[in-house]
């Protein structure tokens, strides 16, 4: 059960918005050093939330922007981290009284 659990926080981190200079490389098919909302379109996750993080309504997400989507990818995953350690503590501690 423990283990389910942590799969499924692996596969949630995956799936938060891919602002890594990896994922934006691959994702920069034109190589200008944003990603368009056309460029998006491959990554559903990023899709999701890009009207979140254009702030400038451009249809592109450059430089700040693409900070701020790394900033919250980065908090989600410690929070989901950090979640997921109490829920295993919590998930030992009920195996213990069971016995």
Not at 16 to 36: K, M, T, W, Y
Not at 48 to 60: C, H, L
Not at 87 to 99: G, I, M, T, W, Y
Request: aromatic share 6%; proline share 1%.
């Amino acid at each position: 059960m423990v283990r389910l659990f942590f799969f499924t926080i692996a596969l949630l981190i995956a799936a938060v918005a891919v602002a890594r200079q990896e994922d934006r490389d691959a994702l920069d098919l034109d190589q200008d050093g944003c990603i368009s909302l056309k460029e998006s379109v491959p990554d559903i996750a990023l899709l999701t939330v890009f009207g979140q993080y254009d702030e400038n309504r451009d249809a592109k997400l450059c430089g700040k922007e693409l900070d701020k989507l790394e900033q919250a990818r980065q908090q989600i995953k410690q929070d989901t981290i950090a979640e997921g350690q109490e829920n295993s503590e919590k998930l030992e501690l009920a195996d213990v009284k069971k016995r």
